[in-house]
């Protein structure tokens, strides 16, 4: 029997192709919570919260090791002073939050549309600045 909560949804599956247009592939199976995705010749990893996209809203993990100054100058994006925890971010760092057993936390950007999307991923795939 099939989750259909694991299914993606048409906008979801928009994301993704966008994603796969700029490098990024899903790397492990999709959860309910997010999707994991690779580029494939950087092997930088991010997260897309699903959560999130269930309601219309896109949002991408990017690592809490991210150069957030490279990211600030593209419009539409919304990126916060704080990192965020989720434990579904099985790739990235983890540390005590609330609980007594380390969570994987990052920067969760929010993304004003599907350019603003775009965007962000040019930019996570684009070769590190000397």
Not at 1 to 12: A, H, K, P, Q, V
Not at 24 to 52: M, N, Q
Not at 68 to 79: A, E, H, N, Q, Y
């Amino acid at each position: 029997m099939t989750d259909d909560r694991i299914r993606l949804s048409g906008f979801e599956e928009r994301l993704l192709a966008l994603a796969d247009e700029r490098g990024f592939t899903p790397s492990k199976p999709l959860t309910v919570k997010c999707a994991e995705l690779e580029h494939r010749g950087r092997a930088t990893v991010i997260y897309l919260d699903r959560e999130k996209t269930a309601r219309g809203v896109i949002a991408v993990f990017v690592s809490p090791e991210s150069d957030l100054g490279s990211l600030r100058g593209i419009p539409g994006l919304t990126i916060p002073a704080d990192v965020q925890h989720h434990s579904g971010m099985t790739r990235f760092p983890r540390r005590i939050n609330r609980g007594k057993t380390p969570t994987a936390y990052g920067y969760l950007i929010r993304c004003a549309d599907l350019s603003a999307y775009g965007r962000l991923l040019d930019r996570l795939a684009a070769p590190a600045s000397p």
